[in-house]
């Protein structure tokens, strides 16, 4: 976190120094004592710069090889305080070695770095900060860069606002036009600015574009996917000439996967992650289901994750069985979301269960048959835990194993 503190102390030096350094540079304000007090906050994050050199490449100070980089060279020629020296020489000795602090600039870099730290942060947000930062910081030093050459027919009259209000004007409309006519250059080194401003523009226009481009197509990528993947299915249907009602079916299903958030992309990618981040994932999900299962409430928060490393996800649409009683148990069944009823033989429901219910449990400690039926009420998303892997998780805990196999026995003797 000490890093992430001062990379961002780089980067808010850096764009003090871009807005700042060409104002001063452009006689914007002349106070000996603001250009003093400028300079000595430059000088503290060249300093914490130099801290960051040494931490983040993981050098000794104590070692005078380490010392010897291009970087730390850049860094010492914004720490030293060159203006103060030269102040008795004249203004404009100053405002040049001011110059050197611009250096400051390349920190901009670390942008991206300092939102890598920040995992919370969406994908759109994390495109959209730097172009938020660094565009009116561009637009600045070329509107500054323009000034310094005179403006071209915009004048040299009026305030000091008035004139950077103009020049403001010409660089946006350089940068991302071919500009308006109304503002023109009037001399050689105008023309050549003009030139430069507008290639520049070039690849920011493209930048831009490009960018906003993928921004809008990333917030209707996972729609764009699901319709994808939908109309494959239809032509899929419509090949085999499959009958409507079923049609309805497959089409409701992927109208569930839609309103709740879910592509079948999205189910395959929590199947990618690995086996850790799956026990984590669906450990924090499904930990309260567990926590009311009567033979797991001594489990230990190992025991839970491991058996959460195991757990299946399985989707069931209006209407299908889940299991039918005389079946032998197989799995564990969590319920995420959605309504199951549990039947007799007649079809009377015995109960209905929702979101983070449990049943078919005895089917992990024992063989006997299903003693009910489980049928899906509407679209559930539901975990399953299978006996197999119930066991296995067992075997790696003698300790739980005997209790669980205490507490089967003692089961067994009270239903004689």
């Not at 069985?321 to 007799?344: A, M, N, P, V, W």
């Amino acid at each position: 976190m000490v890093l992430v503190i001062f990379h961002v102390i780089s980067v808010l030096g850096a764009v003090l120094a871009g807005i700042l350094v060409p104002l001063y540079w452009l006689g914007y304000f002349v106070d000996p004592a603001s250009i003093h007090s400028i300079e000595t906050i430059f000088s503290f994050i060249a300093l914490s710069n130099i801290f960051t050199y040494f931490k983040a490449k993981k050098k000794s100070w104590k070692n005078p090889l380490h010392w010897f980089a291009p970087g730390l060279f850049l860094e010492f020629l914004c720490f030293l305080p060159t203006s103060a020296w030269f102040i008795a020489i004249s203004p404009q000795s100053e405002a040049n070695l001011l110059l050197f602090n611009l250096i400051l600039l390349r920190h901009l870099i670390k942008v991206p770095k300092i939102l890598d730290y920040f995992s919370e942060i969406k994908p759109l947000t994390y495109r959209i900060i730097p172009i938020v930062l660094l565009l009116p910081l561009l637009l600045h030093i070329i509107t500054c860069g323009w000034l310094a050459l005179g403006g071209g027919n915009g004048g040299t009259e009026g305030s000091q606002f008035d004139l950077y209000v103009r020049a403001m004007y010409w660089a946006f409309a350089t940068l991302t036009t071919v500009g308006y006519g109304d503002i023109t250059a009037q001399n050689n080194w105008q023309m050549l600015y003009s030139c430069f401003v507008g290639l520049a523009g070039v690849g920011f226009y493209g930048y831009m574009i490009s960018n906003i481009a993928s921004l809008l197509a990333r917030q209707d990528a996972a729609r764009e996917r699901h319709m994808t993947q939908l109309e494959n299915m239809v032509h899929y249907l419509d090949y085999h000439q499959i009958p409507k009602d079923l049609r309805k079916q497959v089409r409701d299903y992927y109208r569930y996967l839609w309103a709740n958030k879910k592509t079948l992309d999205q189910l395959e990618d929590i199947e990618l992650l690995p086996v850790p981040l799956q026990s984590q994932l669906f450990y924090h999900i499904n930990r309260k289901s567990l926590d009311r299962i009567p033979f797991l409430k001594s489990a230990s928060e190992e025991i839970f994750k491991d058996l959460m490393a195991s757990l299946e996800t399985q989707i069931v649409i209006p209407g299908e069985c889940i299991f039918k009683k005389g079946e032998e148990g197989e799995y564990l069944y969590l319920i995420h979301s959605g309504k199951i009823d549990i039947k007799t033989d007649d079809g009377q429901i015995i109960a209905t269960l929702g979101n983070g219910d449990f049943f078919g449990e005895q089917a992990l400690l024992s063989s006997e048959m299903r003693n009910a039926t489980a049928v899906a009420r509407g679209y559930s998303d539901l975990f399953k835990l299978s006996k197999r892997s119930f066991h296995d998780v067992l075997a790696k805990y003698p300790d739980f194993k005997d209790y669980i196999e205490s507490l089967n026995s003692e089961r067994q003797i009270s239903a004689v």
